[in-house]
Structures are given as C-alpha cells and as structure tokens.
C-alpha cells in the first residue's frame, strides 16, 4: 500500500506535463515522457562518482507485433561486420506502461525508422505489472528472436528495455545463443534494475562514467549483461535513478523518469543503434 501511495506521488511530481517535441539528428519528433516505467523497491543512500564520457560527447510503434518503417553513421559499441538491410527492434516497456512502445525509445526510434531502411518495430508482448515478474517478458524476446530466424536467417535485431523491461531484456540475453546471438546486433537498456557496477557498457545519460560503478535496485538477483554481451551493449543509468543507481538515487524519481524527454539518451540510442546495424 505505501509503494502504490508513494508511487503515486512520483507520478503526479514528474509526469503532470509532455514535454516539447525534440530534434535529433537534425529532425523533430516527439517525445513522450514516460510517465511509468518504474519499479516498486527502494534503497540507497548518497554519494557521488565522476567519469569521462564512453560515448564520446552528446547532443543534447505499435501494440505487441510488428510496424514496417536510409542511413548514416554513429559511435559506440561493436558494430556487425556487415550492414543489416533488414531488421527488427525489439522493444520491452517499464513497468505500468499499457502494451505497446515504450515512451522512452519513441523519438530514437522513430527517427531510426525513418532515416535507415528495412525496420520493424515489435513490442514485446508482456503484463509489465507491479509483481515485477518479467518472465513472460523474457521469453516473449527469445520467442521473437528464434521463430523470425526461422523464416528469415538474415534478420538482424536491436533490443531495447527500460526499467522492469531491462530487466526482462537482460535476463533474455542467456537465453539468446548460437545464431540467435549473432542476429541480435545491439542492447540498448535504461533505467535497468538489474544494472551491475564495473561493467564496461554501463554509461550515464551524457554517455559518460558517472554511473559506472554503481548497482540496480535488484542487481543482487541476477547476474547482470552476460560478459560476452558487454561489448554489444549499452547500459545507460542517469546518475541519481534509484532503480539503477542506489548509490545515488532512492526509488523511483526524476531520473528515472527522464530518459524519453532526455536529448542526450535520444541521440545516444540513434547513433548506438545505426553503428550496430552497420548503417
């Protein structure tokens, strides 16, 4: 009863207005803040890291099945050997948000659609309730993954999951193996509560080191990204978001609601996502 009250309160404080439609790459779509997406567990006290940036400087779909949506060139992360003509983005809400895309991949991923040809976008097909069983979730990825190989062996994918979503996309990553891993060209999570300190492809949302070195809300139940995804993946954990940073951060709060209205994120999940592709 008081998470639900508290929660609430979170809501009304950070989502009582849209924000402004942004520009990325030099377009404008809009972006929704997410109004959900959190997690229902508390913890953390104060503290502080700095750090250089990782990714090198900063700027500033549909309901569970697919949408149909030309090129350029980006940073960060390892990209495929060869350029992806088809693909699919595979994206796993937060917690509350209603089935369908996630607010905080909207603008990134409209603007990838509509400037890198061959994408789909599919929602990963799952309660996102408060019980916080993401299970569902996890399987649903792996399902999309295995049976569209099927049909088609080319096919390349990004994942994408915020709050329980990361959750849910991390703990698929295991699970995704062979073939399966190959065809899955990046992992792009925020807000992630089971985000593991130390790990290379964690990043705050100016690309940056200062939530390198802290732990998620539930990072103490999994084993984080997998090490043989680490240079695929990007963990990106405003500093301050106690879901991801309970260093800094305590629950759920601004920094954990951030991330759709946030230039930074937008920009940094564009440019991960092309160079992945090979685009």
Not at 13 to 21: D, M, V
Not at 194 to 207: A, E, I, M, Q, W
Not at 212 to 219: L, Y
Not at 237 to 243: N, P, S
């Amino acid at each position: 009863m008081q998470f639900n009250a508290l929660f609430l309160i979170a809501l009304a404080s950070f989502a009582t207005a849209l924000p402004e439609p942004i520009a990325v790459d030099g377009n404008t779509a809009d972006a929704v803040a997410p109004r959900w997406g959190s997690y229902p567990s508390w913890g953390g006290s104060s503290g502080g890291s700095t750090g250089g940036s990782w990714w090198g400087g900063s700027t500033g779909g549909s309901t569970g099945g697919s949408s149909d949506a030309s090129s350029g060139s980006s940073s960060g992360g390892s990209s495929s050997a060869a350029a992806c003509n088809s693909y699919t983005v595979i994206t796993t809400r937060g917690t509350g948000e209603a089935q369908g895309p996630s607010a905080g991949f909207r603008t990134m991923n409209s603007q990838l659609t509509s400037s890198t040809s061959g994408g789909k976008l599919y929602n990963t097909v799952y309660p996102a309730g408060f019980s916080q069983n993401s299970a569902q979730g996890t399987q649903d990825i792996v399902n999309k993954v295995t049976t569209t190989l099927r049909s088609n062996p080319n096919e390349c994918f990004i994942l994408q999951g915020y709050s329980q979503g990361g959750a849910a996309t991390t703990n698929a990553l295991p699970k995704l193996t062979g073939s399966a891993f190959d065809a899955v060209k990046g992992v792009f999570i925020i807000g992630n509560p089971l985000h593991k300190r130390g790990l290379d492809c964690n990043v705050d949302s100016n690309g940056g080191t200062t939530t390198k070195n802290v732990q998620g809300i539930s990072a103490g139940l999994g084993s984080g990204i997998p090490q043989n995804w680490v240079s695929k993946t990007m963990d990106v954990c405003a500093f301050g978001d106690g879901v991801c940073d309970t260093t800094n951060g305590r629950g759920i709060n601004g920094p954990h609601l951030s991330y759709g209205s946030d230039r930074n994120v937008q920009q940094m999940g564009l440019t991960f996502m092309k160079k992945q592709l090979g685009r």
